[in-house]
């Protein structure tokens, strides 16, 4: 595979106007007509320059220059990869017809089948399997799709934009034509064709359009879409309310499809949506579940402005859409539940997992110099870091001059494909601000490390904050530069009261806030606050403002009085974490010699008797640390001693807790009718972690309620929360006997049965690797479908850290031979799964010996595909 890189960006020398599409589908396989308006383009150097075009698994049969058959080897060649016609007009009009195999299809790029539904998937470089063309995001087209099929198999026909004709055709087949008025890059292009069923809305814009919408799935998840269609009414109010963001075509459609590689496409009109992420209903989707749908229906749709009517100039600039799009789907989930707990889901979905990335091999900038695979890009960096970046836009600029800028951006490129230069360079002209220096947050990789020192010097009042910032080494980058870092604190007195932060010593008490947001920008700064009596308790990188490590010698004493009095919710969880991380990593120091600090207890025992503070925020303080989140913050991490000293905290504390625990369950247990709100998510989640707790004592309080709430639940949150409470306890015959009867109960709804192998695959109890090797030749696993590779393989290696670092290589070469059987069927679906093994310098000697013999085994595998090539050498490296 070769590399490409930013540098080399040259603009098209070819544009296409229109594309005119004629799909006829078969059993057996479709053709593809394909007729293209195309004309050279004004800004490229090459004014003699080839057409060349993209493909990708094609079979040529016609190709046709202004009415004329062109042959091979004389007027084009057909190289496995391009179409090139050496000698073309200044304007012509191109129609190639090619053959293509969607039932044969298992890569689930381009134009595939789905439980006997014809559907795409084109972003990246998808389109090139459908057809050849330019297929980079830069050439932008307006697109007419004729579909014809079988009209009894195939009733249902939709592609982007409007429907402008339809009949039937000899043979029992049919047409439908759209016509999308819109000039899209290729990726955003799709097809669907099925028997599919569709629940139907209407949603009224901001100008007074009626929008129609329509969620169309199979006839089986009928009762299952009603979630997804008031998210997507809530994400259009909101966009126009928020952003100023009016929808643009007279329809907007969500097709559920079983078998995806990714979560959702927010296909132009036509997104395509992986069922997991749309389909609910209270039996069958737990609160999380509900949650996600919401934010990825948001997501999908707000990509029709950041995204679609301003897409990206090439996939260097993936963030340009991306982070963007994730930054305001989070201030939209924010917006409808608890601002504090999205943040603290946020974070720590950052801090665990992006910021491993960003110290793997793997690491690269929100914007990449390079890449040989684009879909290994799809990253927890261009989308979660993405999305930090623009948050920090936000606070540097505040909320109206980012809207100012945000809406300079819409309007100055829309119908262009951009950089994130041009994003940045339009938050600057309308705020005024230079963000020269906060370019580089675009450029160079790594996660900054803060280290905060501090002074108090009684004498004069003055308490000192030295703030020094230092930014790792990564792959092909050292000695950065320092970055522009927006650094929100507050400072508490004794009695946890907010103290006014006055930078000078003249400025006035009453007047001066108590919370500032400090901007870095050298190695080194030290701020000074005046007027203090006493030491201050910092409360440091409030709301998390930065995308940071944060280092800083807390006392236990400074982290129990923060839990209970800092005015930031966000800090009081983290510094809730930051005292569990503390007193695990000094047992799993100490090897041994158990003695858990009360405080911890004493800290938890406060939390459960708080009735005051917001119960969603309490649900998540009592999450201790994850496994993977300790490990991440290990050095060497011993996987085995990590594991067995969390589980040995979470036993002192249930034991300890227990009546505390008790009565939490029983204040919390639902009497009135399922809701999917803050307040009632809320009481869920504290009632199954009070559950999870009793069930590490082994006094029969906790089996016998979650035997209970497993048959009483009346939705999937309570089931699940009962389900896995048993599973991962030492109930050995009641965990077997649940999980027979939900399996029984549940088998036909791949949904479920996708929460039931994951149940499995996460416990150290019900996943150890001769259970895990059963689940896959369990009947209801299936190889060609991604969410059941990932919720048996991808929980396994992710999840169930204990048994994946098994000592004895198992657990490793395990997922080597299953990365290896997927990648000749499913590239991306490989090249994914192989991400834990690629951390393996990390780890301890012992493990770190293993993983690397895996990862050879797969680098060494015949036939290996672009996307595993990549990940797999860069890791060796
Ligand atoms: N469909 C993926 C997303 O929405 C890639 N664009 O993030
Ligand atoms: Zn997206």
């Known amino acids: 595979p070769t590399t490409i890189r930013l540098s080399e960006y040259k603009v098209p020398a070819h544009l296409v106007d229109a594309v005119d599409l004629r799909f006829e589908l078969f059993d057996n396989g479709a053709r593809v007509h394909s007729t293209l308006t195309v004309r050279r383009n004004p800004e490229s150097a090459e004014e003699f320059a080839p057409l ?13 220059l202004d009415g004329r058959e062109l042959m091979a080897g004389n007027d084009y060649d057909e190289t496995g990869a391009q179409l090139v016609i050496a000698r073309v007009p200044a304007q012509f009009e191109l129609t190639v017809v090619t053959w293509i195999e969607p039932q044969n299809n298992t890569r689930l790029e381009g134009l595939y089948k789905s439980s006997g539904m014809f559907c795409t998937q084109c972003e990246a470089e998808g389109f090139r399997c459908i057809t050849y063309f330019p297929d980079r995001p830069d050439v932008m087209a307006r697109y007419r799709t004729r579909i014809e099929a079988d009209k009894a198999s195939c009733p249902v026909l939709l592609s982007n934009g409007n429907d402008v004709d339809r009949g039937d055709l000899e043979g029992g087949r049919h047409f439908v034509t759209w016509e999308d008025p819109f000039p899209k890059p290729s990726y955003l292009f799709a097809l669907v064709a099925g028997d599919l069923v569709e629940k139907q809305d209407t949603f009224t814009t901001c100008s007074g359009r009626e929008i129609d919408l329509r969620i169309f799935v199979e006839p089986r998840n009928a009762a299952k879409c009603q979630h997804a269609m ?14 100023g963001r009016e929808y643009d075509l007279d329809i907007f459609m969500i097709v559920a499809v079983d078998d995806f590689n990714m979560g959702a496409m927010e296909n132009k009109g036509l997104n395509i949506f992986n069922s997991s992420c749309v389909l609910a209903s209270q039996e069958t989707a737990t609160d999380l579940a509900f949650q996600r749908i919401e934010s990825i229906v948001a997501h999908e749709y707000f990509h029709n402005w950041s995204g679609n009517r301003v897409t990206c100039r090439d996939w260097f600039q993936l963030s340009l859409k991306e982070g963007f799009t994730v930054f305001r789907d989070s201030t939209f989930s924010a917006d409808m539940g608890s601002p504090t707990v999205k943040r603290i889901e946020d974070v720590t979905l950052l801090r665990t997992a992006q910021f491993a990335e ?30 930090e970046v623009v948050r920090m836009i936000h606070t540097l600029l505040g909320p109206e001059l980012f809207r100012k800028g945000s809406d300079l951006y819409f309007e100055r490129h829309d119908g262009q494909a951009v950089t994130t230069d041009d994003f940045v360079k339009a938050m600057e002209d309308a705020s005024g601000r230079d963000l020269t220096q906060f370019r580089l947050w675009y450029d160079q990789a790594g996660t900054p490390v803060l280290t905060v020192s501090d002074v108090y010097d009684s004498e004069r009042g003055v308490y000192s904050l030295k703030i020094q910032q230092a930014i790792p080494d990564t792959p092909g980058q050292t000695n950065k530069k320092p970055q522009h870092i927006p650094f929100a604190l507050g400072l508490l007195g004794a009695e946890g009261e907010a103290l006014p932060l006055r930078l000078v010593s003249t400025e006035d008490a009453a007047s001066a806030p108590t919370e500032r947001v400090l901007e870095l920008t050298k190695a080194s700064h030290t701020f000074e606050f005046h007027g203090l009596t006493q030491k201050p308790v910092p409360s440091l990188l409030r709301h998390f403002s930065a995308p940071v490590r944060l280092v800083y010698p807390w006392s236990r004493e400074q982290l129990v009085f923060l839990m209970s009095h800092d005015p ?17 990593q000094s047992l799993v120091d100490s090897s041994g010699t158990v003695d858990i600090d009360s405080r911890l207890v004493e800290a938890y025992r406060t939390l459960l008797a708080d009735r005051t503070l917001d119960q969603a925020l309490v649900a998540k303080m009592l999450h201790l640390p994850s496994e993977a989140y300790l490990i991440e913050l290990a050095d060497s991490p011993d996987v085995a001693a990590i594991h067995r000293t969390r589980e040995q905290v979470l036993s002192h504390l249930a034991t300890s807790l227990r009546d505390e625990l008790v009565a939490c369950y029983h204040r919390n247990m639902d009497d009135g009718e399922y809701e999917v709100t803050p307040e009632s998510v809320a009481r869920r989640s504290l009632k199954n972690t009070a559950l999870a707790w009793l069930l590490m004592i082994n006094d029969n309080t906790g089996r016998d309620l979650a035997l209970q709430q497993l048959r009483e639940a009346d939705n999937m ?42 149940v ?19 009947p209801a696993f299936d190889w060609k479908n991604p969410n059941k590779i990932r919720s048996v393989i991808g929980v396994f290696a992710g999840q169930n850290l204990a048994a994946f670092h098994n000592p004895d290589g198992s657990g490793y070469s395990f997922l080597a031979d299953q990365v290896c059987r997927l990648d000749d069927s499913n590239p991306q679906i490989a090249a994914r799964l192989v991400a ?37 050498h860069k890791s060796l490296e």
């Open 230 to 243: 008031d998210s997507l009414k809530r994400s259009m109010r909101w966009d126009e309310e928020v952003y």
């Open 760 to 778: 499995q695959a996460s416990s150290d109890r019900a996943g150890q690797l001769p259970q895990i090797q059963a689940l896959l030749k369990h």
């Open 836 to 872: 834990p093994l690629t951390r393996w310098k990390k780890f301890a000697p012992a493990y770190s010996a293993l993983m690397r013999t895996a990862l050879e085994r797969i680098r060494n595998k015949a036939e290996l595909s672009a996307d595993l090539y990549e990940v797999v």
């Open 358 to 387: 960003d110290a793997g091999p793997m690491a690269h900038p929100v914007r990449p110099a390079s890449y040989m695979e684009i879909s290994n890009f799809y990253t927890l960096t261009i989308y979660e870091k993405g999305a």
């Open 717 to 758: 949150t309570d089931r699940m929360g009962a389900l896995r409470a048993l599973v991962n306890s030492d109930y050995a015959e009641e965990r077997s006997q649940a999980l027979a009867d939900f399996y029984e109960h549940f088998q036909s709804d791949p949904q479920v049965v996708e929460q039931w192998f994951s």
């Open 568 to 584: 930031d919710g966000f800090n009081r969880w983290d510094a809730g974490q930051r005292l569990a991380v503390d007193v695990i």
């Open 52 to 64: 060349e075009l993209d493909g990708d698994s094609l079979k040529l049969e016609q190709v046709i």
